[in-house]
């Protein structure tokens, strides 16, 4: 079983070393170059660029396109990979590693959103494990050719009754993926209940490759309580560093053997909200990066006693003058909302009746010859 003093060492993916084994996990309309940069300023080891989807790549879809900005600093250029179909995942492969200098791509089997199980993507293929093999070593071959690591993600199975993750983990080695993440919750919890560590602990036993777990790493003490219960080689950080970069300074001082536990003043999350959107400015204009900031600041200003005037404020932002506007009427000097801590961000919901699935996806476990060509989504971003 990995130890924390293991994790410490890093994490090898192919030929590159992540010395902090800490990733920033895609998230559609969150992961774009300025999120990443803030949080790879703050200590994140590596950084995923929000779900692209193969047939976008391949079409050339603008808005795919556009979605593959990287800043100079990204010294592993990640991208998350969606696609249902061998050769098409394959082709996008070698467009991302040819012409985009990609050095790391991620394969999306985790998805739980209904109008992607619905077709068979996302978290529901898992289940046919001949077709996830197939993609797994066509999408491997293809980044291969470049010295480019391949890894996946997933969840535990579609629901408690249909588990994956133990057969993915194992077709995942045999395909040749670096390494495997999995999201410790099944496609019907969606973001609901809490992750189940033991399971993430059972694929680290049965595979040789690194596994990554995720799920409910809310502090810096969860990630070396999941190393240490669960023997991981790494984390993966979703909903957790939702208007918290800083939280990435913590893990990376967790797994060097510094304990830290960042409680920034109202003045200095200002501060962070200032550098945000200055770096989206800088990935379109003032006015579409100030608009996109919108959707951060319920999660930078959680639990802060703002007030509901100068929230509305910041719900409204389309200009830097806006923003200053806001910000300036803030108490710099208000303290962290230590109540905050450990406490779940971002979505959460309940669990579904049942997850939505294309009919008769249960008969066989194949899936090898499916036809699956209205799962190919070609639009981008989720």
């Known amino acids: 079983m990995t130890t924390v003093t293991d994790a410490r060492s890093g994490l090898r993916l192919g030929p590159h070393l992540v010395e902090t084994p800490v990733v920033l996990a895609p998230m559609a309309g969150i992961t774009n170059a300025a999120f990443r940069q803030l949080c790879r300023e703050q200590g994140a080891g590596l950084y995923v660029c929000e779900m692209i989807t193969s047939r976008g790549i391949v079409e050339r879809d603008r808005k795919t396109v556009q979605m593959l900005q990287f800043d100079p600093g990204e010294r592993i250029r990640s991208v998350q990979l969606y696609g249902v179909d061998p050769t098409t995942m394959a082709q996008a492969a070698e467009i991302l590693c040819n012409e985009y200098g990609v050095g790391h791509l991620d394969l999306n089997f985790g998805c739980p959103v209904p109008k992607v199980t619905r077709k068979g993507g996302g978290a529901a293929l898992p289940y046919k494990r001949d077709r996830l093999a197939a993609i797994l070593r066509a999408t491997v071959a293809a980044g291969e050719r470049y010295g480019v690591p391949v890894t996946m993600k997933t969840r535990m199975g579609i629901d408690e009754d249909h588990l994956t993750y133990l057969d993915a983990g194992r077709i995942a080695e045999d395909s040749g993926c670096a390494a495997i993440a999995l999201h410790g919750r099944t496609a019907r919890q969606a973001y609901s209940g809490v992750a189940d560590w033991d399971a993430i602990g059972k694929l680290k036993a049965a595979v040789s490759i690194p596994v990554l777990g995720n799920g409910d790493i809310w502090e810096a003490a969860d990630a070396l309580r999941m190393v240490e219960q669960t023997g991981v080689d790494g984390v993966v950080i979703g909903r957790g560093c939702l208007g918290r970069p800083w939280l990435f300074r913590d ?40 608009t996109d900031l919108r959707k951060h ?17 910041l719900g409204l932002i389309t200009s830097f003058d806006d923003l200053d506007r806001a910000l300036e009427q803030l108490d710099p000097d208000q303290e962290f909302p230590v109540a905050e801590l450990g406490l779940p961000r971002g979505r959460q919901g309940s669990p579904r009746d049942r997850v939505a699935l294309p009919e008769g996806w249960l008969d066989d476990a194949s899936g090898r010859d499916l036809d699956l060509a209205a799962a190919e989504i070609g639009v981008s971003g989720g």
Request: proline share 5%.
């Open 251 to 290: 893990l990376a001082d967790a797994f060097a053997g510094r304990p830290t536990r960042t409680l920034p003043r109202l003045g200095e999350v200002a501060i962070m909200v200032r550098r945000h959107a200055e770096l989206l400015a800088g990935l379109s204009d003032e006015r579409h990066g100030l």
């Open 297 to 313: 600041m319920a999660w930078y200003f959680k639990g802060f006693p703002v007030g509901s005037e100068v929230r509305r404020q």
